[in-house]
């Protein structure tokens, strides 16, 4: 089962087939086969396509799960317009629409005044990137062919109609990049904001689980699930009943940890999870994998149990795991060990050992948090000194238009904001209590990686600065 945004059942498979072939030292077949009137996320029953894998005399069948094409996406009605940023826009409105009116929904479902804040600001986020999005899109259309150039004008030239075909061109093809961001979005306020929906996922899910057990009744069961997946997974296995008692759960980069937080009233804690899978004896095991880079989801910690296990692979970000062949790996382990203490002890042992390298780069971005949090004060000295001496003059007065004037101090605002989160990421960088090797790795190589975009941040701001100085310059 697969996270946000949009995935293939060819895409998954031959990420399956790349990790097997990695692994399958002993020359391993692997190859497509179709399972007939199969259901699927839909509701409907049809011809599944798989990935049977073959060694060491045992076998295994890999079935995809897609459910990012159960609702209109804003990416895929893009895709019915030619060079045309308005009409791609204009197209995408029904599902843009719905995100807003499920990012609204979502704030009463948020536990807490603190998280029906953080809700409000965020579905607010989602208003002004879209109106935003639409007007800088309908600003720039309206006045593209005044800019280039309009047959008869003195700015006319003859290769404005090529320079005005390019531009359309560029700008399709930038907001067609947005959209998928808003997709993202989507998945995630749709499934919290809509519980008869999550509901109906979650019984089809469990029917599918269910119809791969009785089509395998002397096979384990190994339900895989990535980002939101791995949430919709934790809690469909409870609902299914054939592949009771046959259940291995392994959840990838899961924010399962911080949505229990968010929306404690419809998702289950790790632990209360736990608890479940014991009494009802519908799960064996439950593994948990994350990279160290990923800031979405990572260690579940949930109280010590002989059901549960939990690594780090290593380095890397959130997207793209089913590529990953150190996860494949984990899933041959997960397939081959029994009992599972063994297991257990394997990984928390991995959590307490470095290699020479890892051991290295931690001491090396260890030091960097230094440089980043002496980078603060001449940093929001400089940048004060020089938006008050640029805007104003020593009465006070405004030395530029305030058309101009208020999104210069807009930019400079967010540099200062950008800096501080610098300087307080670099401050709790020594805050390791409790913390094994491995997690004290992942928060510097997440801490440097952190400060580094916002670097980044800081620098496009001031580009923009720039730019909006450079006719007074």
């Known amino acids: 089962m697969h996270g946000v945004g949009d995935h293939s059942e060819s895409k998954i498979l031959s990420d399956a087939a790349a990790g097997f072939r990695a692994l399958a030292a002993d020359g391993g077949q692997a190859k497509e086969i179709t399972l007939h009137d199969f259901p699927h996320p839909s509701g409907e029953s049809r011809d599944q396509t798989t990935l049977q894998l073959e060694a060491g005399g045992r076998k295994h069948v890999v079935i995809p799960v897609i459910w990012s094409d159960l609702s209109l996406r804003a990416t895929h009605t893009a895709l019915l317009v030619g060079i045309d940023p308005m009409r791609v826009l204009t197209n995408a409105t029904m599902p843009l629409m719905r995100l807003c009116a499920d990012a609204v929904r979502c704030i009463r479902f948020a536990a807490g005044v603190w998280w029906k804040a953080a809700m409000t600001l965020t579905a607010t986020a989602i208003f002004v990137l879209l109106a935003g999005l639409g ?33 359309a061109s560029a700008l399709t093809w930038a907001v067609r990049r947005f959209l998928p961001l808003f997709d993202f979005a989507a998945d995630v306020v749709t499934y919290f904001g809509r519980p008869r929906g999550r509901a109906e996922i979650q019984n089809t899910l469990a029917g599918i689980i269910d119809e791969a057990a009785a089509r395998a009744p002397h096979a384990r069961i190994l339900v895989v699930g990535h980002s939101l997946g791995s949430v919709l997974v934790a809690h469909a296995v409870l609902e299914a009943k054939e592949a009771a008692g046959r259940m291995i759960v392994l959840t990838l980069g899961s924010p399962l940890r911080l949505l229990s937080r968010i929306f404690a009233r419809q998702i289950h804690t790790p632990d209360q999870l ?42 890397g970000v959130h997207w793209d795991m089913w590529h990953d062949r150190r996860v494949w790996k984990s899933v ?31 001491l090396r971005r260890w030091k960097t948090f ?43 605002g967010l540099i200062l904001i950008l800096l501080a989160m610098i300087a307080t990421r670099a401050l709790n960088a020594n805050q390791v209590q409790g913390l094994t090797r491995r997690e004290i790795l992942g928060a510097v190589r997440r801490g440097t990686t952190f400060c580094s975009n916002c670097l980044v941040g800081i620098g496009l701001a001031s580009a923009g600065c720039m730019f909006l100085l450079s006719p007074y310059i």
């Open 274 to 315: 736990l608890a479940a899978y014991s009494e009802t004896g519908t799960v064996l095991f439950w593994a948990n994998l994350w990279r160290d880079r990923d800031v979405i989801g990572r260690e579940l910690k949930p109280a010590a149990s002989d059901r549960f296990a939990e690594t780090s692979i290593g380095d």
């Open 332 to 362: 041959d382990e997960l397939l081959s060990v029994s009992p599972f203490a063994s297991l257990q002890a394997a990984w928390r042992e991995r959590e307490e050992m470095l290699s020479a390298d890892e051991a290295m780069e931690a």
């Open 370 to 412: 230094s440089f980043f949090f002496w980078l603060f004060p001449p940093g929001f000295g400089v940048t004060v000194v020089l938006t008050y001496r640029t805007g104003f003059d020593e009465k006070g007065s405004m030395k530029l238009p305030l058309s101009v004037l208020l999104p210069y101090l807009a930019l400079n």
């Open 135 to 167: 007007t800088a899109v309908l600003y720039v259309v309206s006045h593209l062919p005044f800019w280039i150039g309009v047959a008869g004008t003195a700015n006319w030239r003859w290769y404005s109609p090529l320079l005005l075909f390019s531009s």
